[in-house]
């Protein structure tokens, strides 16, 4: 097709360090496409719309309360380490579950 007959096709420029173009040059040579497809085709495999979220909502909602929960049990371990001992949180786990003990 000529250039007359692709009216809406028009050069756009991307910005980026020397390296960082020199290792896009190197991916779309290795996938043997042309930059600009390469580029294009990575932009839209990253649309929600075409490609959808990996977990369901329900599974973000689960892992999202997980982590809270997870954070809430560092807290309070935190508040419980010996002040000042310098303890990783897994040397001070295993000193609370000594000292817990029976």
């Known amino acids: 097709m000529t250039e007359a007959a692709q009216p809406h096709r028009r050069q756009r420029s991307l ?14 040579a ?3 496409k042309t930059v600009s497809r390469y580029i294009l085709e990575l932009a839209l495999a990253d ?11 329900e599974e ?3 892992q999202r ?5 997870l954070q809430a049990f560092v807290r309070a371990l ?3 380490l010996p002040g000042g001992s310098g303890l990783s949180l897994l040397s001070a786990i295993s000193v609370l579950a000594r000292e817990r003990a029976p």
């Open 60 to 62: 973000q909602v689960e």
């Open 15 to 28: 910005h980026c360090k020397p390296a960082e173009q020199a290792m896009i040059r190197e991916r779309a």
């Open 65 to 69: 309360d997980g982590v809270r929960e």
């Open 78 to 80: 935190r508040r419980e």
């Open 30 to 32: 290795a996938a043997e």
């Open 47 to 57: 649309d929600p719309d075409r490609h959808p979220l990996v977990l369901t909502e």
